[in-house]
């Protein structure tokens, strides 16, 4: 008989699956954003680069969804605190708040777009705009686990349970990684230039 069948304690310290496929995801988006800040290296390196100017409303958007991971998180407390009324306010309010980081964004866009840095103008134009976009696209996945998040929320009774509880984290960790995410793309995007 192996030790791990004799330890009860040890399948209490394994990760949840659920967590463990999030995070292998997390490696995969990871790989993916740095094959393409490599590529943008690369390709800056060239010499046929066109300078840009970051729109400020970028600088916005960035606020914004760091203060959606601060509210979302105050849900998640919450929730494991039995306080359903900050557990499902700050739930909407982060999903309001995420869904204005990608109103922001498309903003900047057409800002972007505006002042001549349409995909044709130049392969520096694309990978903002591919860069930027993938992760918007990342965002607003995280925005459909908060829309489920708030479905069940306000459909299920309220019950801390340790399903419930594991399904909200999920939301939350990924949610954090967005943003880490984000931040990390528009240091890179900022110095890179």
């Excluded at 359903?84 to 309010?93: F, H, S």
């Excluded at 103008?121 to 829309?147: D, E, M, P, Q």
Aim: charged share 10%; hydrophobic share 55%.
């Amino acid at each position: 008989m192996s030790t791990t069948a004799m330890n009860p304690m040890s399948f209490r310290n394994r990760i949840h699956p659920h967590k463990f496929a999030l995070y292998a995801s997390f490696a995969s988006i990871i790989m993916m954003f740095g094959a393409l800040t490599s590529a943008y290296i690369v390709k800056h390196a060239a010499g046929d680069w066109l300078e840009y100017k970051m729109p400020s409303i970028f600088y916005v958007s960035t606020a914004v969804l760091i203060l959606s991971s601060i509210v979302l998180h105050t849900s998640y407390i919450g929730f494991k605190r039995k306080k359903e009324a900050v557990y499902k306010g700050m739930l909407i309010v982060a999903f309001i708040l995420g869904i204005a980081f990608v109103v922001l964004q498309y903003q900047g866009w057409q800002i972007l777009f505006a002042s001549g840095m349409d995909l044709k103008a130049n392969v520096s134009a694309s990978f903002l705009y591919l860069i930027t976009g993938l992760h918007a696209a990342h965002i607003l996945g995280g925005v459909a686990a908060i829309t489920v998040a708030i479905i069940h929320a306000f459909t299920l009774p309220f019950i801390v349970t340790e399903k419930r509880r594991i399904r909200f984290q999920l939301v939350l960790h990924y949610w954090h990684f967005v943003d880490i995410l984000w931040i990390y793309l528009l240091a890179f995007l900022l110095l890179v230039k």
